[in-house]
């Protein structure tokens, strides 16, 4: 990430447009690896099963097939469901245009 870094300081690329060009790679990078993601409830993956799993709304950090999953390991998740960092929240949305009222990828 240097070199991203050096051609911001040197003022031959803005931040913006860094963020423009990379933010393709990382959406498809982050695809491929939701694809081997397990159910926290069933373990059942998406790529096994064709379920677009979905994020808990409180912690974003467990996925789920569907409600029915999300309510069964409530007992389990609940120890470690804590709300991430406003910050590091506000600046995930900042880059990649998130807007949470639309993210269908979350319970």
């Excluded at 491929?32 to 397990?38: Q, T």
Aim: with cysteine; hydrophobic share 40%.
């Amino acid at each position: 990430h240097a070199e991203i870094s050096d051609a911001i300081a040197a003022g031959s690329k803005t931040a913006a447009y860094v963020v423009s060009e990379l933010k393709p790679k990382i959406f498809a990078a982050v695809d491929e690896w939701n694809k081997n993601l397990a159910c926290a409830g069933c373990k059942a993956t998406e790529a096994a099963t064709g379920v677009k799993l979905k994020k808990c709304r409180q912690c974003l950090s467990a996925w789920y097939c569907g409600a029915e999953c999300q309510q069964k390991h409530w007992n389990v998740h609940k120890r470690s469901c804590i709300a991430p960092l406003p910050h590091v929240s506000v600046l995930a949305r900042q880059i990649f245009d998130l807007d949470p009222a639309q993210d269908k990828d979350i319970l």
